[in-house]
């Protein structure tokens, strides 16, 4: 099955500095990867994806890049401010699997 | 708009109580629906998922069931909670293409 690494585990920036999630995932048939953002109590919340027909795609101040050749893809956080500190999910699936499977979480705090 | 609703939000039970943890979805039809289970600063847990009513796949055998007794309800249950089983515990809803919607989640407190 697949498997979705996930690092750092935390990350602290400087307000204002931009944050890098990074991700690796094992199968190659593996072609839609989204980014969750979890605040303390909350559940998750999809903040972007991407499917594997595309490199980048970008939302405002997030973007997600995705090297299929390299099974890797990495959420990129520009201007960062103190709401973004949360922790963020990877996650990978295949279309037609029930199932996604998630990274381990990195707990990102933008310091003031 | 579709909507996930999970409730309690909160519960604080006794070591050998039973449990019931209940999660709707509204605005969509024969949603696959998911039980996931984070321990405190952990990762996220697939305990349960369906694909359809009556239809339940566990991933980790443990001290908890699933049902489905209606095509958009999803019902997590124990018989005799342990205090292994406390734990932050989210319902989560997908169209059967791409993505995730999960509900807000309810802590469990086993004492």
């Known amino acids: 099955g697949e498997n979705v690494e996930q690092h750092p585990s935390t990350l602290s920036v400087q307000e204002g500095d931009s944050a890098v999630i990074k991700c690796t995932y094992s199968d190659s048939a593996s072609n839609y990867f989204p980014w969750y953002k979890q605040e303390l109590g909350k559940g998750p919340q999809l903040i972007i994806d991407?499917?594997?027909?595309?490199g980048e795609k970008k939302d405002q101040r997030i973007a997600v890049t995705l090297n299929k050749t390299a099974k890797h893809f990495s959420l990129h956080i520009t201007e960062t401010q103190p709401e973004d500190s949360a922790v963020y999910f990877c996650a990978a699936s295949n279309f037609g699997n029930e199932k996604l499977t998630f990274g381990t979480g990195t707990r990102l705090t933008i310091i003031p | 708009s579709q909507t996930i609703h999970q409730w309690p939000a909160t519960l604080v039970q006794p070591v050998g109580s039973p449990l019931s943890l209940e999660c709707t979805v509204e605005g969509t039809s024969n949603p696959n629906l998911y039980w996931y289970r984070q321990a405190a600063g952990r990762g996220l847990q697939l305990l349960f998922y369906?694909?359809?009513?009556?239809?339940i796949s566990s991933e980790v055998p443990q001290n908890l069931s699933a049902s489905r007794p209606q095509d958009r309800q999803f019902i997590l249950s124990s018989k005799k909670l342990l205090l292994s089983d406390s734990g932050f515990y989210l319902c989560?809803?997908?169209?059967?293409?791409?993505?995730?919607?999960f509900g807000s989640g309810t802590r469990l407190t086993v004492v």
């Open positions: 989560a809803w997908s169209p059967r293409t791409y993505g995730y919607t």
């Open positions: 991407i499917r594997s027909n595309v």
């Open positions: 369906s694909v359809g009513i009556g239809q």
